[in-house]
Structure formats: structure tokens, C-alpha cells
């Protein structure tokens, strides 16, 4: 008898991971999703919904009780009620490192004492605090709010001195730190799996390109040196060593000027810069993620054709439904994450646009990204 999977979260990534369980019948007999949105994309490809707030101490309680096997695909889920039922259902990656990672001092704490690069930060508890930090900095800086940030949307970049107390007081009171702000050469990240038996494995570097701090853009492989490469696997593995529990893992990371490689964050969960897995690799990151929690052998990470992912956005100054979109393209597979709504800069769906022969560079694959996206034209209905 397969086991029952919850998950707290039904978006995108929910509903990859629900698409990812159907093809492991004997493993998986049932997904259910916490999520507040009512039919969440999750639910639309099959999986049970529970609908309440992802912090909802009754309704995680009421998943649990229902799962054989917990898992989350956002890491704003309420940590210490997790924490409490660990007894009663097996949770992965553990509570205990949802509530390390959550929190993002916390974390560059945790990987600072375990020696991994990360960005230099200090914690921030007054403005007066902020002002007296920036010196050891300079300008810009990034004031950064702990927890429950997205899409760059808990980031201010202080550009001088003038813009300090307006910075701090955006935030309104929340928890916050500083950090240097970093002129990289490129953001890579590794998404990196360990099962519950301890095993670990990483698939290739990948870089990221951001618009207006969200990910549009993933090339599979990265453009840089072996050495780069090195470098980020070696972080990334030390980075799954160090942490406890199961599951795939996002690690963000900043290539300098120098080549030095430090981490910006980690995402205990998928990541959107793994989605390319979906056609680049023989395992896909929503595969490796079940196979980690459920305790199976890892499946290969090789990157069998080069590929490039484009996030597909909700444009600006509409918001309401629209028309179903299409592309025919060869080597081009569209994912719609069947949201009715579009808003400025939500995420809709990604298309991954593969490299089928040696001949096909990443320059070429771009120009065809850029033809492919320029195509699609978001029609309201
Ligand atoms: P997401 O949900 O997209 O991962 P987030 O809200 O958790 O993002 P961060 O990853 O901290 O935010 O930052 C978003 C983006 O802002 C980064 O990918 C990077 O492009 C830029 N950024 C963040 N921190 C720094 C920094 N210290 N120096 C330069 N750029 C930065
Ligand atoms: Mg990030």
C-alpha cells in the first residue's frame, strides 16, 4: 500500500510534486495539500485540498493526522507546530531545519559557524543600530526583513544616507538585518537532494538571471569556470551535510568579480531554478524531493541536454483572467500552472526550451528563448 503524502502548500510547486507522485503509484497512494486558495494548482492536478492558512495550527494538525509523510513546498509554514507533531508523522526536511532556514539571520548564522561563504550581514535592531552598521559597509547596502520574504519583495537597497530612515521604517517594526550588497558577476544556484538515509546528491550549477528581483531566466549549465563549478558543488554539499533532515534543497549563490562563491540563501524545498529538470534531467527535482522523503536511492542528476527555463509572469497593469496560452515550437514544453488570475508579476507557468545536439550553444538557445517569449502575448478574457 503506497503512503498518503501531505504537503503543506498547493501552488506551483505542490503541483509539480502532486504530478511528480501520480507516477509512483506503489509508492504514493494519495496527495493532500494545504493551501488557502480554494482549487490551488495542486488540487486541479489531482491532489485532496485542505483549504486554511498555511500557519493554521488546526489544519496542519488535521494534514498530519491524515499523512503518512509531511513535506512543504514554501518555508513560511508555522515551524513550531511542525515541531510538536514530529512524534506522530515523519516530517521532511525536519522542522528543525525549516526553523534554521526560515529565518534568514538564523540561517547565515547557522552557515557562518559551519564555515560556508555567505554575504557578510549583521543583525539590525534599532535604526539607530542601522546607522551605526552601514560604515562597516558602505553604500548600497540591502536591509533585508528575517522572515517570510519572496520574490525580493523583503529587500530595500539603501542607496546613501538619506534613504536609511525610510528604509527602516517601511518595515514597519519587523525583524530585520543588514547585508553587503554584492556587485556579482552572476547568481548560480545547486539544487541539491539528501534522502532520509543520508545519501546526497546535486545536479550541475545553473545560473539565474533576475528582472526586478524575480527569476526569469535559468540556463542549464552555467557559464563559468570549472573552478566556479567546483566551488558551488563543494558549498552545496557541505551546505546538505550540515543540515538535518530529507528533501531537495534551492541554494542560492553570488559568483564576485573574483570567482569567490557565497550563499545568498537556501531554500529547504524545490526551487524555481530546478524546474529545467522537468526536461534536462533523467530525475526531476520533484521526483528526487519524493524519492529523498521516501527514503529510495537517488536518481541521476546528469543534465542529459542543455537547457534553458523562462518564467512566464503575470504583465504589469493588468490584473483578471485570460486566455489560454500556447506555444508550437519543436524542443519548447510549455508549464502553466493553471492560476485563473493573472496579477502583475505573478508567476503563471515556465516554458523549458532544450538543447537537443552538441551544435546548439546557449546562445543560440537564448535567441530562441527570446523568440518563443516575445510570442507570448497575455490576452485578457
Ligand atoms: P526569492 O524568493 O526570489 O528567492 P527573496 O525575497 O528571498 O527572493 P533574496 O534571494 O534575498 O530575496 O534576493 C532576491 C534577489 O535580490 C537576489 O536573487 C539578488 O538578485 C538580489 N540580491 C539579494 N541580496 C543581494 C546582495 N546582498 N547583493 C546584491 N544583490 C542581492
Ligand atoms: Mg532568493
Redesign the pocket.
Known amino acids: 500500500m503506497g503512503k498518503v503524502l501531505g504537503i503543506i502548500g498547493g501552488g506551483q510547486l505542490g503541483m509539480m510534486l502532486t504530478e511528480a507522485a501520480k507516477k509512483m503509484p506503489e509508492e504514493i497512494s494519495k496527495v493532500i495539500v494545504l493551501d488557502p486558495t480554494e482549487n490551488c494548482p495542486a488540487a486541479k492536478v489531482g491532489a485532496h485540498q485542505i483549504v486554511a492558512d498555511f500557519k493554521d495550527e488546526n489544519a496542519i494538525i488535521d494534514l498530519a493526522n491524515q499523512s503518512d509523510i509531511l513535506t512543504y513546498e514554501i518555508e513560511s509554514g508555522n515551524s513550531v507546530v511542525l515541531k510538536s507533531i514530529e512524534d506522530r508523522v515523519e516530517i521532511n526536511p525536519s522542522p528543525e531545519t525549516l526553523q534554521i532556514i526560515q529565518d534568514k539571520l538564523i540561517q547565515k548564522k547557522f552557515l557562518a559557524k559551519n564555515n560556508i561563504p555567505v554575504?557578510d550581514f549583521f543583525e539590525i535592531k534599532s535604526l539607530s543600530d542601522l546607522e551605526n552598521k552601514i560604515p562597516n559597509f558602505g553604500f548600497p547596502v540591502?536591509l533585508?526583513v528575517r522572515r517570510d520574504?519572496?520574490?525580493?519583495?523583503?529587500?530595500i537597497k539603501i542607496n546613501s544616507g538619506s534613504e536609511v530612515k525610510f528604509a527602516y521604517d517601511s518595515f514597519n517594526g519587523k525583524s530585520l538585518f543588514l547585508?553587503?550588497?554584492?556587485d556579482?558577476k552572476m547568481?548560480v544556484s545547486v539544487i541539491a537532494a539528501r534522502n532520509t538515509k543520508g545519501e546526497i546528491t546535486s545536479y550541475p550549477v545553473v545560473e539565474n538571471i533576475?528582472e526586478e528581483?524575480?527569476?526569469r531566466t535559468t540556463i542549464a549549465p552555467a557559464r563559468v569556470s570549472e573552478n566556479v563549478v567546483n566551488k558551488a558543488k563543494e558549498i552545496a554539499e557541505k551546505t546538505m551535510q550540515v543540515l538535518k533532515g530529507a528533501g531537495v534543497f534551492g541554494i542560492?549563490m553570488f559568483v564576485t568579480k573574483d570567482d569567490k562563491v557565497l550563499i545568498?540563501?537556501i531554500a529547504p524545498r524545490v526551487h524555481n531554478s530546478g524546474h529545467h529538470t522537468l526536461q534536462s534531467s533523467k530525475t526531476s527535482q520533484f521526483e528526487q524531493h519524493l524519492k529523498a522523503i521516501l527514503g529510495l536511492e537517488l536518481g541521476s542528476t546528469e543534465l542529459v541536454h542543455k537547457t534553458i527555463m523562462y518564467n512566464i509572469l503575470g504583465p504589469k497593469g493588468f490584473e483578471g483572467k485570460y486566455k489560454p496560452i500556447q506555444i508550437a515550437s519543436e524542443n519548447v514544453f510549455l508549464k502553466m500552472y493553471g492560476k485563473e488570475i493573472s496579477k502583475p508579476k505573478r508567476k503563471l507557468g515556465h516554458f523549458n526550451v532544450i538543447g537537443t545536439n552538441d551544435q546548439e550553444n546557449i546562445v543560440s538557445l537564448l535567441d530562441k528563448v527570446k523568440r518563443v517569449s516575445d510570442s507570448i502575448i497575455l490576452e485578457p478574457i
Open positions: 554575504v540591502l533585508k520574504a519572496y520574490d525580493g519583495r523583503g529587500n547585508e553587503k550588497f554584492i556579482f547568481e533576475h528581483n524575480i527569476l542560492e545568498n540563501e
